[in-house]
């Protein structure tokens, strides 16, 4: 395979509306090639800021690596698409640069892929230089450096974005997900966002400070929200929904993924996220039968969920993770789920869960309409924190906000 992360702009013919993009100044934005051309090919490095135009249809070979100093601007009804060949292809934005893909409900940015199948192309990577948990960190996808000391980094802005068909697998090692975020500040803004049919996460934090609001992740065959490395944001209105691998033609695993790290489980700084009013939806499957699965010592303090469709709906795991649950470090309250809470260390043990305090339910029933809309009656407030939305219930998508109509799939 070429050295995707080195290429640079081809020269492309006028008849095939393609041409560099670095011609322009490096502060100037600039939907036009060095000949006034109108650029539909993404690929290489990035260098200068550049804006894709409201309602275009752009394609995307290899590479498309955006640099320090440049931003990558997206408007509202921006198609971008991978093209089949044997080239991988991904978005990354390194340290330094942004990205401002701002869409609506009415014309979500979509990025798909020519072949509509999971793993058909590597999806968004974003690197930042807020705190994580190990050194010299090298992204999975491009190599490029991330982490730091800056907590209110800022990579740009993501607002009403599908990615369909993500998770490349460029080794067993190194898969894609749809959206990755490596090191991202909470300077970066992150709401409306979907990630449809990856094979591997829908979404996945490595270490950072961002906050996100408004998520969606359906279908992807290993984890629906991912984290570790330290991950220090603040999380409300997530759906996870898996359709069976009779209709996929592929399994899905678990519905969260927690970690701090997993070759140092006390490792500081610690992943502690704070989310809020989350809806979980499995697929029974057989094989990956665990739900929300926070181990490796993780903290977390996550409130008004409602969990279904797993075996093993809600499980905590390691001796830090469960700790931090009994002395209060980490919190789960107003969560409903159907079966059982289980506990591998035995430690933060099913009692402590359903302590009255935390307003905590087993063994119910979740009754939603269309996979994943409803809410049920008790939630915890967090309205203090000017992040979260007053949502006094369980569960992320009320009957009467379907805040997901028109820019999701």
């Not at 509306?17 to 060095?34: A, I, Q």
């Not at 409903?336 to 063994?363: C, M, R, W």
């Amino acid at each position: 395979m070429r050295n995707l992360t080195s290429a640079t702009f081809v020269a492309l013919t006028a008849t095939a509306l393609m041409s560099l993009f670095t011609s322009c100044d490096k502060n100037e934005v600039n939907p036009t090639g060095e000949n006034g051309e109108d650029l539909t090919l993404l690929q290489g490095e990035q260098l200068k800021d550049v804006t894709l135009k409201a309602g275009k249809t752009y394609q995307i070979t290899g590479g498309y690596s955006v640099k320090a100093g440049a931003t990558l601007h997206i408007e509202p009804g921006v198609t971008i698409e991978a093209i089949d060949d044997d080239i991988v292809d991904y978005i990354l934005i390194e340290q330094g640069a942004k990205i401002n893909a701002i869409g609506t409900a009415e014309n979500p940015i979509v990025m798909t892929a020519e072949r509509k199948e999971s793993g058909s192309w590597g999806g968004i990577h974003i690197c930042g230089k807020a705190p994580i948990n190990v050194t010299d960190a090298k992204s999975e996808i491009g190599d490029a450096n991330y982490g730091g000391t800056v907590a209110n980094d800022n990579s740009g802005t993501l607002k009403y974005i599908r990615i369909e068909y993500a998770g490349y697998a460029f080794s067993e090692e190194k898969e894609a997900n749809g959206f990755t975020f490596y090191g991202v500040g909470s300077g970066t803004v992150a709401e409306y966002l979907q990630a449809y049919k990856g094979s591997d996460d829908g979404f996945e934090w490595f270490g950072g400070t961002l906050n996100a609001k408004y998520l969606v992740s359906t279908s992807n065959s290993d984890d629906s929200f991912d984290w570790t490395e330290g991950w220090n944001g603040k999380g409300q209105f997530w759906v996870a929904m898996q359709e069976n691998k009779a209709t996929l033609g592929y399994d899905c695993d678990c519905l969260i993924e927690a970690d701090n790290n997993s070759k140092n489980n006390a490792i500081t700084p610690a992943s502690h996220p704070t989310l809020a009013n989350l809806t979980l939806v499995g697929n029974n499957s057989e094989e990956n039968k665990r739900g929300m699965r926070l181990r490796a010592g993780t903290r977390a303090n996550i409130h008004n969920v409602l969990i279904t469709g797993k075996a093993n709906n809600l499980t905590v795991e390691t001796k830090e993770t469960e700790n931090a649950l009994l002395d209060g470090t980490s919190m789960l309250s107003y969560i409903n789920i159907a079966g059982q809470f289980s506990s591998k260390e035995h430690i933060y043990t099913v009692d402590k869960f359903l302590t009255p305090a935390n307003n905590n339910l087993t063994d119910q029933t979740i009754a939603l309409t269309s996979n994943y809309i409803g809410t049920v009656d008790g939630g915890k407030d967090l309205s203090q924190d000017a992040f979260f939305t007053k949502a006094t219930y369980k569960g992320a998508v009320p009957a009467n906000n379907d805040w997901t109509k028109g820019w999701t799939k």
